[in-house]
């Protein structure tokens, strides 16, 4: 039997719950249209359900603006809804993780509206305010991630405050003990209510330094260019140094981890990043003892998608450093970035036809890895990127500001297609859905695609029921160097019964396994 905890080998299936299923004909997904498709998530032999925002929002940022964190905004329905959703979820063996938001709330939350009338109130410090520069201008350099400054004024207080993303999203001041026991008493309501772990968004662009804030410093790696991402003005900065990644933020992993620990098996997982090539260093930081039990990786999830060449020297660096731990959660796609196949064809030279082949591969592949993965709605059923949204139809602020060289995170958020040949393929009764139902996914409907033979979901069903019978995959988080030759990915899963050798083909886009005899263990590169 395995010694590990549940979340040290967890496959979790990540829910955007305005774009799952609609249950009561308004266009939006709700709390009790994903508790119909349930059966569905478990008959993928999936893990866990990790479950976006759903609390009381203003919907600036779709629920990643929160008014209420201990509330469910009305269009995703009650905290009934959510106690049914939970129940029947563990019933069918899933464990269930939620988001929450610990670095900003909503302008509309209590919290900011009250800190924002004056300078002596009750909350006064619960946010990151500022005097102007002498020339009226902003406190520092920051630029917000959604474009423009991380400064916002203020004309009650005469003072600026700060928002790492929309200025309807003002960040919190950690360096207030008020305002981390706010949040552990959030936390504690929703372990309370059943949950099982808890994806922190964004936790490093959590603030607890106080002024006078610096600088951040220009970023010499920087090259301005058409790419969509890398290329806007917030990564013209370093922000290691001052406006991201502040040591103080351990106080709160610290306290949440003590909190989580008067509970039975309860999991953390940080959202973090970090400059250029950083990342690995602020995950060893996130997840050092008594801090959080694993980080969101992002090594897998770049916008224009990676090389095999690239993509082995992300898992190279990722699994020397947490080779025989749990400690990180792969993904290769979530809510916001383009779809995992549809961005992998372009650097692997592949056309279209191939993207079915391709997205069982990638699935293969991070199921595969040290820790757990996070599949993204979708990726079981090869959707592909939704690109033809028109404008009138786009939703995402950060797309709106950008586009039409940078289409933001609409195109993997479209509504989920159930049924090929039903209104609205089966999402949604509305007239109107919140974005565009897309034609191309009405061919990979996930109830067709569910009962099909020879479908992807069907395949990776399979292969998750027999990963779990696996010593190497399931007893052990240790890994052998990677290796494979220009258009491979090899590497061994070992265990103390059995040592698995996983070689994944981006030529013939093909997954093999074979059980060889144990070796004298050298250490992932």
Known sequence: MSALKWWETAVIYQIYPRSFQDSNGDGIGDLAGITTRLDYIAGLGVDAIWISPFYMSPQADFGYDVSNYCDVNPEYGTLDDFDRLTERAHTLGLKVMIDIVPAHCSEQHAWFRTSRQSRDNDLADWFHWADPMPDGSAPTNWLSFFGGRAWSWEPRRQQYYLHNFLPEQPNL????????????????????????????????TINADLPPYRDNPVNPE???????????????????AAQLNQPAIQDFCTALRALAETYDDRFLMGEVDGDNDNAALVSETFTAPNRLHATYNFDLLAWEGLTVAEMKAALA???????????????????????????????????EDRLEALQILLLKLEASLIGSCCIYQGEELACADVRDIPADRMRDPWGIEFAPTFLGRDTCRTPMVWDGAAPNGGFSTANSTWLPISDQHLDRAGLDEAARPDSVYREFAAFLAWRKSQPAMMESNRISAITGGDHQIIFDRISDSQRLRCTFDFDRLTADFETVPHEPEEPAN
């Open 173 to 204: 001041n950690h360096a207030n003990p008020a305002v981390r026991d706010a949040l552990l008493d959030v936390a504690r309501f929703w372990f309370d209510r059943g949950v099982d772990g808890f994806r922190l968004d964004a936790i490093h």
């Open 222 to 240: 920087f090259r301005p260019g058409p790419l969509p991402k890398d290329q806007q003005p917030f990564f013209m900065q370093l922000h290691d």
């Open 317 to 351: 660096n990722a699994t020397e450093r947490f080779n025989g731990s749990g400690r990180l959660s792969f993904a290769f796609s979530n809510h916001d970035v383009p779809r995992a196949a549809t961005r992998q064809l372009a650097p692997l030279g592949l056309t």
